[in-house]
């Protein structure tokens, strides 16, 4: 083995780390989280292995956890993305991710545990000091030179570690086992179901266990004395919770890939505009050919980032799919349908419309905004002068009511912290009813989704819908459907169990 660039290792102290990446406070609040998981079930500690998912693992250090996703989730939400926000440090100082991935952490009742090297320990240092009764297992320089010493070491620090620990946690998922899983799902569900403690022993840390390097010979095996559990899911709800640094990763990471989402298909959609004025001149196949591909463009975007979710926890809602539907074909049924093969109009060049509606939803973060697309000129199938939509007026009134109802929610709401939302709901509900009264249509609704499940925690994150379906012509005819809907964080300050204010609310979608 060769010798390490330690002269090279990245350091820092805590006030170099930006302020909204980390808070010492939070640190300590994040780590007492885990231990409340602990100590509801009456568990000894919480296990965390991390392994290398890039590349090729160091397999004789026993440096890897078999690609164990859930401990990495684990250690991104105790140490803030740490790999993440130092990876421009980390590929600066040369060596190889598999060492810096070296870590060990276990979380006990009164005290953690923290196993590094000599390599990452000023890396991990400015992010644990705040962890109280902190005991850090920490290789050599010399040690990390000589394989075998390295090797030994890790495993006598492991034994340490996990010494008088009868009943384990762990955050387990193998990314290769639930490979495909992605886009049906929760991987973590899959994961959990099928987790069995034997799943373990093929980590080579923990295949260590059961032989003994002074003695030279066979030991128990790990798990046969030991009691380990799943909790995958468990950690996945306290990564979601609404802190300052993660309302914050939102805002930087998830927000403006959403906004660069929608706006992309704005772009795409003035595009079609623009297309459909040209192609008065051209044949019935060009235009069908400009639709196709200029409706198909469109819909990509909307699909990779509701697709390619990386992270979802069990028991999230199962938020509506994405969509991009034209005149007609944005009915009730489609749009509350979760089949995806109802989520996208394809044969565009073929129908009549006025207006298109579009939902963006990214699934990892729950950002979730609706909006209705309307056209300065009638979509239709035959070679006609421009003229005046015939229910242009009439769309755009009803859809001017249903934005100001919805967007009036937060601020009634504020008004009369002592009422609840849902009651504001139903109130707005009723105020747009009457406003319509005179209007044709299938049904209306305001509601609210949480899309984390956590209504009452301090902080929280709620998508605030609003629909009028099924708008019928004067023969009955369904011109389609109208919505809105935005995504806010609500922040709720109480003292001693009584609501002191409920009046921080901020749109992360209105404009």
Known sequence: MMPLALSRRPGQTRHDIPQFLFSPFLSLYRINSLRTLMRKDHCDCILIILGSLFGQLMRSLGLDSKFCDGAHQTASYLLFDIFESRESDILKSKVDMEVFEDVIICIK???????????????????????????????????????????????????????????????????????????????????????????????????????????????????????????????????????????????????????????????LMDSYTDSKTQSLKASPIEVGLISTVVVTLSTQPL?????????????????????????????????????????????????EFDHAIIRGYAQPSGLVCERTLFFQQSHNTVELPLTTKPHFNRLTRIYTELLSVLWSVMDEWQKNTHVSLDKILL?????????????????????????????????????????????????????????????????????NQCELETDTTVSLTKS
């Open 303 to 351: 699909l990779s980032i509701y697709q390619h979710a990386t992270f979802a926890v069990k028991n999230s809602p199962r938020l509506l799919p994405p969509y991009l539907l034209y005149g007609k074909e944005t009915s009730k049924f489609n749009i509350l349908s979760a089949d995806m093969k109802f989520k996208v109009t394809e044969n565009v060049h073929s129908m």
């Open 427 to 495: 109130q707005v509900q009723s105020l747009l009813t009457h406003k319509l009264q005179c209007e044709q249509f299938k049904d209306l609704e305001i509601k609210s989704t949480y899309p984390w499940q956590n209504p009452t925690d301090p902080v929280t994150m709620v998508v605030l819908n609003g629909a009028v379906y099924d708008i019928l012509d004067e023969d009955g005819t369904s011109l389609g459907s109208l919505v809105a809907a935005d995504t806010w964080i609500i922040s709720t300050l109480r003292v």
């Open 109 to 267: 009742k009164n005290e953690t545990h923290i196993y590094c090297n000599a390599v990452n320990y000023m890396l991990f240092l400015p992010y644990i000091t705040s962890w109280p009764n902190l005991r850090i297992h920490c290789i050599t320089e010399g040690e990390m030179n000589n394989v075998d010493s390295y090797e030994e070491s890790k495993i006598l620090a492991f034994k340490n570690i996990t010494q008088n620990c009868k009943f384990i946690f762990l955050p387990y998922n193998d990314i290769h086992v639930n490979a495909g899983l992605f886009f049906s799902d929760s991987f973590l569900t899959t994961a959990e179901g099928n987790f069995n403690k034997m799943m373990i022993e093929d980590w080579p840390i923990v295949q260590s266990y059961a032989f003994d390097c002074k003695t030279q010979s066979s030991h128990e095996f790990f798990t046969l004395s030991r009691e380990v559990v799943d909790i995958s899911n468990d950690v996945g709800r306290l990564a979601k919770q609404m802190d300052p640094v993660y309302i914050e990763e939102s805002l930087v990471r998830s927000l403006l890939a959403f906004t660069g989402t929608l706006e992309a298909v704005y772009r």
